[in-house]
């Protein structure tokens, strides 16, 4: 596929975003379409920063194996050690390990399992999640799906859950934990938790349709991102976390991480410790779909070559990501 065909689909589609494509650390496409502020003509460029919703879910596993590599956490930890009385439907011998793979059969605040469109989600109080800590009343009350390894079902709250378990292990808040254990040892110099009530300049609003005209989702979303994603990168940053992630400076047994724990034929896929896995090759993917965001980024180790959609309105990344990716 090349630059016109790209520019074709963005214009049939109204894409707003960035897309970029580097192979062997050569960057081969990057080209921004749309606007990041509507209302004041913003247009989106290649260093605007964009929410990547689920996507982020890698760097919270990340985080977590860099606990467990020093020895502050293990795989077969049990949430339930470090929760105390916390969430007491969270089964006792759930593990990290079923965290990060989903298999944990917990009950999701945010369940993707439920026939309910992305738009229909809104978190209430969203201004007072700013922690981790203050997930605990969402994340609580929600009855067990399944026995701990029994299947696999996608668990938003189960990351978060994650999150709190690494606070608790190691005394560092999460926010701080994937800024020093992924985004300094990966070089994302322009990737961060930015608070939705107060966006700085260079980052796009997140747009989706309601009741026909395309609103902010500041109401759909925390207003900060916790474990189960929504930190703030750019496409630029994403080429460079791929890298260090490969080069094993994130952590030592990139293998690990990326080896296939589950199928998913659901979706075609596999799933590792975190990221998803393509079904039949060592292409591996982050994703993210959510109220005023999609993002896909996927990285094939063999040949170095990574490609990236993320764009500020839901669902528009896929008819590109679709072209684009395996």
């Given at each position: 596929?090349?630059?016109?065909?790209?520019?074709?689909?963005?214009?049939?589609?109204?894409?707003?975003?960035?897309?970029?494509?580097?192979?062997g650390g050569?960057?081969?496409?990057?080209?921004?379409?749309?606007?990041?502020?509507?209302?004041?003509?913003?247009?989106?460029?290649?260093?605007?920063?964009?929410?990547?919703?689920?996507?982020?879910?890698?760097?919270?596993?990340?985080?977590?194996?860099?606990?467990?590599?020093?020895?502050?956490?293990?795989?077969?930890?049990?949430?339930?050690?470090?929760?105390?009385?916390?969430?007491?439907?969270?089964?006792?011998?759930?593990?990290v390990?079923?965290?990060?793979?989903?298999?944990?059969?917990?009950?999701?605040?945010?369940?993707?399992?439920?026939?309910?469109?992305?738009?229909?989600?809104?978190?209430?109080?969203?201004?007072?999640?700013?922690?981790?800590?203050?997930?605990?009343?969402?994340?609580?009350?929600?009855?067990?799906?399944?026995?701990?390894?029994?299947?696999?079902?996608?668990?938003?709250?189960?990351?978060?859950?994650?999150?709190?378990?690494?606070?608790?292990?190691?005394?560092?808040?999460?926010?701080?934990?994937?800024?020093?254990?992924?985004?300094?040892?990966?070089?994302?110099?322009?990737?961060?938790?930015?608070?939705?009530?107060?966006?700085?300049?260079?980052?796009?609003?997140?747009?989706?349709?309601?009741?026909?005209?395309?609103?902010?989702?500041?109401?759909?979303?925390?207003?900060?991102?916790?474990?189960?994603?929504?930190?703030?990168?750019?496409?630029?940053?994403?080429?460079?976390?791929?890298?260090?992630?490969?080069?094993?400076?994130?952590?030592?047994?990139?293998?690990?991480?990326?080896?296939?724990?589950r199928?998913?034929?659901?979706?075609?896929?596999?799933?590792?410790?975190?990221?998803w896995?393509?079904?039949?090759?060592?292409?591996?993917?982050?994703?993210?779909?959510?109220?005023?965001?999609?993002?896909?980024?996927?990285?094939?180790?063999?040949?170095?070559?990574?490609?990236?959609?993320?764009?500020?309105?839901?669902?528009?990344?896929?008819?590109?990501a679709?072209?684009?990716?395996p």
């Amino acid at each position: 596929m090349g630059p016109e065909d790209i520019d074709a689909i963005a214009e049939k589609t109204d894409f707003s975003g960035v897309v970029r494509i580097d192979r062997g650390g050569r960057v081969e496409f990057a080209r921004a379409y749309g606007l990041a502020h509507r209302a004041y003509r913003i247009p989106n460029t290649l260093d605007t920063r964009f929410g990547m919703a689920s996507g982020s879910k890698g760097f919270t596993a990340l985080a977590v194996l860099s606990l467990i590599e020093g020895g502050a956490l293990k795989l077969d930890t049990t949430a339930r050690s470090l929760l105390g009385r916390d969430l007491p439907q969270i089964a006792d011998d759930v593990t990290v390990e079923h965290l990060l793979t989903h298999t944990s059969g917990i009950g999701d605040y945010l369940d993707e399992e439920a026939d309910t469109a992305i738009i229909d989600y809104v978190i209430g109080a969203a201004h007072e999640l700013t922690s981790t800590e203050a997930f605990l009343p969402l994340l609580d009350g929600h009855a067990t799906k399944f026995a701990p390894g029994e299947r696999f079902g996608y668990c938003n709250g189960g990351f978060v859950v994650l999150a709190l378990l690494a606070e608790r292990a190691c005394g560092i808040g999460y926010h701080d934990l994937v800024r020093q254990r992924v985004l300094l040892p990966a070089g994302m110099t322009s990737t961060e938790f930015l608070r939705s009530d107060e966006l700085p300049a260079d980052a796009a609003v997140g747009y989706l349709p309601l009741d026909g005209v395309d609103r902010s989702n500041v109401f759909h979303l925390p207003v900060l991102a916790s474990g189960d994603g929504g930190i703030h990168t750019t496409a630029e940053d994403v080429s460079a976390f791929w890298r260090a992630f490969f080069a094993g400076d994130i952590v030592d047994r990139v293998d690990e991480v990326v080896r296939p724990r589950r199928d998913v034929p659901e979706e075609s896929m596999r799933y590792g410790l975190g990221f998803w896995l393509h079904e039949s090759t060592d292409t591996v993917f982050l994703i993210g779909y959510d109220a005023g965001v999609s993002f896909k980024s996927a990285h094939d180790p063999r040949t170095g070559t990574t490609r990236t959609v993320i764009s500020n309105t839901t669902p528009g990344a896929w008819p590109i990501a679709d072209a684009l990716m395996p």
